[in-house]
């Protein structure tokens, strides 16, 4: 493999085949034709099958990687520069990215499958067409209709998850809630008035179910999406403030000091 090599694909691999800084440098697809992988994704036990679409972010926790002797797959693999630096829409692929860390499985429907595999194959062939006159810019041009694609089903997986949590515990309605409105709104107020208990239930309620309070979940959901922005140069200071309605940038500021231990600029140098 070479080093400046952005984009892998292995079509119907029979086992693993990850470059060596799989984990550090590539986010990693996989869509599984048969057979099973079974692995260990932020400490919690998965095991993926036929059908289904696997998708690691770079720099999260990936262990114990073993297959089943049927096992085939098409697995690609995407520097991590090239993807963050080509995010079509902030707003777009908040939602997806975030789903995605704590959703490593997705069941695409049979007309998507197709579609998953189309992309893989499209964009590793521009990634590999590098003697082409505007090769940076078609290949920025094709990552970004990537991630449109796969955030489009990705979208499709998140509209049905939350249909099915409308019937589910109160627990399981916040947790969706804090998904959905957490850009905006950091009050447990916002989210008990909802639910229509009081602040204090709902708090009683996480703490049951996970030790922890409604508002330290409120908290965690908008660390990850304020990191996640903060990681997209193209978007500035204030317009991240504005789009998270903060009063101010000063305001956002001193919140992301409080809540990561730097300021929004500290916190960009040090990526």
């Not at 085949?17 to 990693?28: A, C, I, K, M, S």
């Not at 707003?91 to 069941?107: C, Q, R, T």
């Not at 403030?241 to 040090?270: C, H, I, N, Q, W």
């Amino acid at each position: 493999m070479s080093v400046n090599q952005k984009v892998i694909l292995h079509k119907t691999a029979s086992k693993a085949q990850f470059p060596d800084e799989f984990q550090t440098r590539f986010h990693t697809h996989i869509y599984c034709q048969s057979g099973t992988v079974k692995f260990v994704f932020n400490d919690k036990q998965y095991q993926g099958k036929k059908g289904e679409f696997i998708f690691w972010l770079a720099g999260l926790r990936v262990s114990d990687l073993s297959f089943s002797a049927n096992f085939k797959a098409t697995m690609l693999f995407v520097d991590s520069d090239l993807l963050t630096s080509n995010l079509p829409s902030a707003n777009v692929s908040i939602d997806s990215y975030i789903h995605s860390k704590e959703n490593p499985i997705l069941h695409p429907e049979k007309k998507d499958k197709e579609k998953i595999l189309k992309n893989f194959q499209l964009l590793y062939d521009k990634s590999q067409e590098t003697n082409h006159r505007f090769y940076e810019e078609m290949l920025k041009l094709q990552m970004q209709l990537f991630l449109l694609e796969m955030w489009h089903i990705f979208e499709d997986e998140l509209d049905r998850r939350k249909r099915s949590l409308q019937s589910g515990t109160l627990y399981e309605q916040f947790m969706q809630l804090v998904q959905e409105h957490c850009m905006k709104e950091r009050e447990v107020r916002f989210y008990s008035d909802k639910l229509n208990i009081t602040p204090k239930y709902l708090n009683y309620i996480c703490k049951v179910n996970t030790q922890i309070t409604a508002s330290e979940w409120i908290q965690r959901y908008t660390k990850e999406r304020i990191m996640f922005l903060l990681q997209n140069k193209n978007l500035n200071i204030s317009e991240i403030a504005d789009e998270m309605d903060f009063s101010s940038r000063s305001f956002f500021t001193r919140y992301v000091k409080k809540l990561l231990g730097v300021t929004p600029k500290e916190y960009r140098e040090r990526i």
